[in-house]
């Protein structure tokens, strides 16, 4: 498995990969040609011969990030490609200057709370009705 910086022809296959592991919140197509277009972004992919099976994204400000989305296709869960992802956004916040990465994540996914904990992220405070749906999230830090 390979983890590289997105391009811009990867958007398409972005855009499939949401629909089939989201039903709600899902990124459209002309969310990712937003933040490929803006500067403060940055996103990879993984790769797995020539086919993309997960990706993650987020923006920069000044001294911190804030993951925006990690997504792996369902058959390669739990084979540490998520955690290579989270990895791969870390390294790349550490050479921009960030000192501490931010995210958030729904208060009932356990397994994505299990993986940013094991990533080196600890939860700091809640959200109440932070999603579309009136999920809760827990906003989760990592100090680089």
Same mark, same amino acid.
């Given at each position: ?45 993984? $790769?797995?011969?020539? @086919?993309?099976?997960?990706? %993650? *994204?987020?923006?920069? +400000?000044?001294?911190? &990030?804030?993951? =925006?989305? $990690?997504?792996?296709? @369902?058959?390669?869960?739990? %084979? *540490?490609?998520?955690? +290579?992802?989270?990895? &791969?956004?870390? =390294? ?53």
């Amino acid at each position: 498995m390979l983890v590289r910086e997105w391009k811009f022809e990867d958007i398409l296959v972005l855009t499939a990969l949401e629909e089939q592991c989201f039903e709600t919140d899902r990124w459209s197509y002309r969310t990712f040609a937003a933040c490929y277009e803006n500067a403060a972004f940055r996103g990879v992919v993984a $790769v797995e011969g020539d @086919e993309i099976i997960g990706y %993650g *994204g987020m923006t920069i +400000a000044a001294d911190s &990030a804030d993951i =925006e989305n $990690v997504l792996v296709a @369902e058959r390669y869960r739990r %084979g *540490g490609v998520a955690s +290579a992802i989270v990895a &791969a956004l870390a =390294e790349l916040a550490r050479g921009e200057g960030v000192g501490d990465m931010f995210l958030e994540v729904r208060v009932s996914n356990a397994p994505a709370m299990s993986l940013y904990l094991k990533c080196g992220f600890s939860g700091v405070y809640a959200r109440p009705r932070y999603y579309s749906d009136g999920e809760d999230c827990l906003v989760m830090k990592r100090t680089l």
